[in-house]
């Protein structure tokens, strides 16, 4: 139990003081700036792609990041708005949670989003 509680005491005391890792500031419990796409939170969101197929019920053409937030909890919420090749009244918004260690898992999505749709904190 010392073990853990060590972890997520210097997880948290790293966060503070060099913020999320993947662009923005990373203040625990707030999100971050609305940021541009970047390999590496496209790599995590990629993680989801058939579960956000099986929530909206069809395969997609496309699943490219468009921008993205995230939320410093245990881990990192992601809130992305991702194109799914339907044009630009059919983005999703998808909240993906990657936990302190790296396993990552679809938390929510929201359907419709047009391309003028900010991406925001959701549950």
Do not use: W
Request: proline residues 4%; contains cysteine.
């Amino acid at each position: 139990m010392g073990g853990l509680l060590q972890l997520v005491l210097v997880t948290f005391l790293f966060y503070c003081s060099v913020g999320s890792g993947v662009g923005g500031v990373g203040v625990p419990g707030g999100a971050s700036p609305e940021q541009p796409p970047n390999d590496q939170v496209q790599q995590i969101i990629n993680n989801v792609r058939e579960e956000v197929e099986k929530e909206l019920g069809h395969s997609v053409t496309e699943f490219s990041l468009i921008s993205y937030k995230t939320q410093v909890v245990a881990g990192t919420n992601y809130f992305a708005k991702v194109d799914i090749g339907e044009g630009e009244d059919s983005m999703v918004h998808i909240r993906v949670y990657k936990n302190l260690g790296g396993n990552v898992s679809l938390h929510s999505i929201q359907y419709p989003k047009s391309r003028n749709h900010s991406v925001e904190y959701f549950q």
